[in-house]
């Protein structure tokens, strides 16, 4: 009877699984007076895994298109192979999906169009088997942060086309 009560109790514990399937919805803003809409181009992303308390920056344009990160307090110390690279899917509600399975990572995702790129610590929850996040990219802003990312616009000077053409614009003025 007792063998049946262990059995019993041991069945209701689940293991303990750190990680999570990282979705993110990346939407943008070109120029101000476009609406924010989904992103419609091909995005890169990737995430390293890190120790806690850690502080990680991309320093430069080229080094976030490099898949490279900079210890803050240590800026000799650099990572450049991102234990995950993401998938982008245009399409997709959630564009960008990570596996993310290290309690502690930095993930960086990089708009190659615009040439602005997003960066954010996280610390993964434990069976938590899909987070679902949001990222809003205003190409026209020098930098920003919300919701966890912090955006930079290493290029605020340039001109962006707006995503939704001015409706006052005529035919003659948008194929030129």
Not at 135 to 161: C, M, Q
């Amino acid at each position: 009877m007792l063998s049946l009560a262990i059995v019993g109790t041991t069945a209701c514990f689940k293991e303990e699984k750190q990680g999570t399937q990282f979705k993110i919805a990346v939407s943008i803003q070109n120029v101000e007076s476009d609406p924010v809409l989904p992103c419609p181009h091909e995005l890169d992303s990737y995430a390293f895994y890190v120790g806690k308390g850690s502080k990680w920056e991309v320093s430069s344009w080229e080094d976030a298109l490099a898949r490279r990160i900079t210890n803050t307090n240590n800026p000799a110390e650099q990572l450049t192979n991102p234990e995950v690279v993401g998938t982008c899917d245009v399409t997709a509600e959630y564009q960008l999906s990570l596996e993310l399975w290290s309690q502690y990572v930095f993930m960086v995702v990089v708009d190659p169009v615009n040439r602005i790129y997003a960066t954010r610590f996280y610390e993964t929850p434990m069976n938590w088997p899909v987070t679902h996040t949001q990222l809003h990219i205003y190409a026209w802003r020098k930098s920003g942060s919300a919701t966890g990312w912090d955006v930079v616009n290493p290029f605020p000077d340039d001109k962006r086309e707006p995503l939704v053409p001015d409706e006052e614009q005529t035919e003659e003025q948008m194929e030129e």
